[in-house]
């Protein structure tokens, strides 16, 4: 607002409006500033002829307080935690610069830059900045958008992060599919069959896990039913088993419903359904292979 100090992200546009040639009537109205307010920001924050939002910020004058305020990180506070932010994302597979170019939009207020405001930002190249972009929209944490009258900007949608884990979701369900193709080919009795299914069962237990929609609480009552069963060693209905554990027997009703739509919750023990509505705990047939089950018996 006209007469309050500039904010970072106002120096980071003037900077921006400066490196794209406008002038400083035009970079004052884009911002709802007095021309004078960024003639004299620019004046005094000019160095060999450039200007630097991020210097500028750091050597802007302290704002008088009139009671003593507690330290809060500053400038420095701030480009430390941008430096670690984005080290944390190199270290989980992210390409060094698409680090920092997330890093700088995930912290912007609007959670939106230009690209002259990422390369004022971050003191890069457009080309640096272009190649980051195109990276982070392949893997679909990063869009464009151009709002009316104004230059092209890169957006974060507040449901990124849960878009990126469904991804995540649908990539390891192909990798369990590839995997039990692999292992129908080679034999469930060689050791690359079996190597495979246990990559498959594992990759199709995290997608699974990724993707699904259930309550954690209902997944641990089906973990107690089935000890229940076992414990029994004899078929129960959901009615008894409702009794014996002094729940209701719609939470019983639940718990073997889930492990029925997820077996791979239950592995490697299954409620097995009988006639009269009564059920038996059984081992999974995941674990075992059909010669092994036939050996055993």
């Known amino acids: 607002m006209p007469g309050a100090r500039l904010t970072r992200e106002e120096r980071e546009h003037i900077a921006a409006g400066l490196a794209d040639g406008l002038d400083y009537a035009e970079i004052a109205r884009r911002l709802g500033r007095p021309t004078s307010t960024v003639s004299r920001e620019v004046g005094r924050n000019l160095r060999q002829g450039t200007y630097r939002a991020a210097d500028a910020h750091r ?3 302290p704002a008088r307080s009139l009671s003593p305020r507690p330290a ?3 400038a420095a506070g701030v480009a430390a935690f941008d430096d670690r932010f984005a080290a944390l994302m190199v270290e989980t597979g992210l390409n060094r610069m698409a680090a920092r170019v997330l890093t700088a939009i995930v ?5 939106a830059l230009t690209a002259a405001e990422l390369v004022a930002r971050l003191n890069v190249s457009p080309a640096s900045v272009s190649k980051s972009i195109a990276y982070l929209e392949a893997m679909d944490i990063v869009r464009r958008e151009r709002p009316a009258g104004r230059r092209e900007r890169y957006v974060i949608d507040d449901d990124v992060w849960l878009r990126t884990w469904l991804t995540s979701a649908q990539a390891h369900a ?11 080919l ?3 009795t060689t050791p690359a069959g079996v190597r495979l299914e246990r990559m498959a069962r594992f990759f199709d237990t995290l997608s699974r896990d990724m993707a699904a929609d259930y309550d954690p609480a209902v997944a641990d009552d089906m973990l107690t039913v ?3 069963l076992v414990h029994a060693a004899a078929p129960r209905t959901a009615a008894e088993l409702a009794a014996a554990l002094d729940w209701p027997a719609a939470r019983v009703e639940a718990a073997l419903s889930l492990a029925a739509d997820r077996p791979d919750f239950a592995d490697p023990v299954a409620p097995h359904p009988l006639p009269g509505g009564r059920y038996l705990a059984v081992a999974g047939t995941n674990r075992l292979t059909a010669e092994q089950r036939a050996a055993l018996r």
Request: hydrophobic fraction near 50%; aromatic fraction near 8%; proline fraction near 0%.
């Open 107 to 111: 912290t912007t207020d609007a959670g």
């Open 226 to 228: 089935l000890a229940a």
């Open 72 to 74: 809060v990180a500053g």
């Open 59 to 61: 050597a802007r004058r």
């Open 174 to 184: 192909k990798w369990a599919a590839a995997a039990r193709d692999g292992a129908d």
């Open 186 to 188: 080679y034999g469930a």
